[in-house]
C-alpha cells in the first residue's frame, strides 16, 4: 500500500507518494540489494527488525532512489508526511536524497504521544535511535507547525538533542520553550557523536541524567558559543 497525502511545498501543493520502486524490507527477498541494505541497517546502523517493522522501512533497487532506504514519516491521521533516503552502498555518491516538499510537518507524528514528554532530534535514524517520543526535525530548526503543535498540546517537558555542530540552532530552540514556560532538557552530546552513533541504551542513559536547561546554564551555553 502507498500512503499518500497532499503537502504544501515552498512554491505549490504537491501529492507526496512513496517511490514506486520503494519494497518493504519485512518482506524477504533473495537479491544483492535486500541483502545489502538489510545488513546496513542491522549491522551498520543499529536498526532492529522491530524497528524495520514499526517505522515501515523499506529500499528501492531501481529508480530515482536506487541503492537507498526509505523511512517514512506519517502524520496523527497516518498519512504520509515526509519520507527520507539513505544510501546502503558505499560507493554511492549521493548518501541520501529526500522529496521536493516542504519539511514544515511533524516527524513521526503518528507515533507521539504529547501527554508525555518529546525529544527532539535531527534526523530519522537518531528518533529510531531513541526509539522514545522522538520527532526527527530532518534539520537543524525547528518547523512552525511543529512549534504551533507543541504549544497547543501543552507539553510540559521537552528534550532537545540535536548534534553538536548545531549548538546555535539548539540553544534558540531551547530559549523559544523556555520563554513559553515549558521545561526543558538540553542534552549535550560529547565527542561529536549523535544519538544513532550512540545506540538506545546509550543515548537513553545521557537523557535520563539530563537535568532541566536553568537560566544560568543557557547563559553560559550562550557564552561559549562565542569561543566557537
Not at 68 to 96: C, E, M, W
Not at 109 to 137: H, V
Request: glycine share 4%; charged share 25%.
Amino acid at each position: 500500500t502507498k500512503y499518500h497525502t497532499p503537502v504544501t511545498s515552498q512554491t505549490k501543493t504537491v501529492t507526496l507518494q512513496l517511490p514506486e520502486e520503494y519494497i518493504p524490507l519485512w518482506k524477504q527477498k533473495k537479491t544483492p540489494d535486500y541483502r545489502n541494505a538489510l545488513h546496513y541497517l542491522l549491522n551498520t546502523r543499529g536498526v532492529t527488525v522491530y524497528d524495520i517493522l514499526k517505522y515501515r522501512i523499506g529500499y528501492c533497487e531501481s529508480g530515482r532512489y536506487s541503492g537507498k532506504i526509505i523511512i517514512p514519516s506519517y502524520d496523527s491521521t497516518g498519512q504520509l508526511n515526509y519520507f527520507v533516503s539513505r544510501a546502503f552502498y558505499k560507493a554511492d555518491s549521493q548518501k541520501h536524497k529526500n522529496p521536493d516538499v516542504s519539511k514544515d510537518i511533524i516527524g513521526f507524528d503518528m507515533m507521539i504521544n504529547w501527554s508525555q514528554p518529546i525529544i527532539l532530534c535531527e534526523g530519522a535514524f537518531d528518533a529510531i535511535a531513541i526509539k522514545r517520543n522522538a520527532i526527527p526535525l530532518f534539520g537543524k530548526i525547528i518547523q512552525p507547525n511543529l512549534q504551533k503543535k507543541i504549544i497547543e498540546e501543552r507539553v510540559k517537558d521537552i528534550y532537545i538533542c540535536l548534534d553538536k555542530d548545531a549548538l546555535r540552532k539548539a540553544i534558540q530552540i531551547a530559549e523559544k520553550f523556555m520563554n513559553e514556560g515549558l521545561n526543558v532538557y538540553f542534552v549535550e552530546l560529547a565527542d561529536n557523536k549523535d544519538a544513532s552513533e550512540l545506540g538506545f541504551e546509550k543515548i537513553n542513559e545521557i537523557i535520563q541524567n539530563t537535568d532541566v536547561l536553568t537560566f544560568e546554564r543557557l547563559m553560559q551555553l550562550k557564552m561559549d558559543l562565542l569561543w566557537i
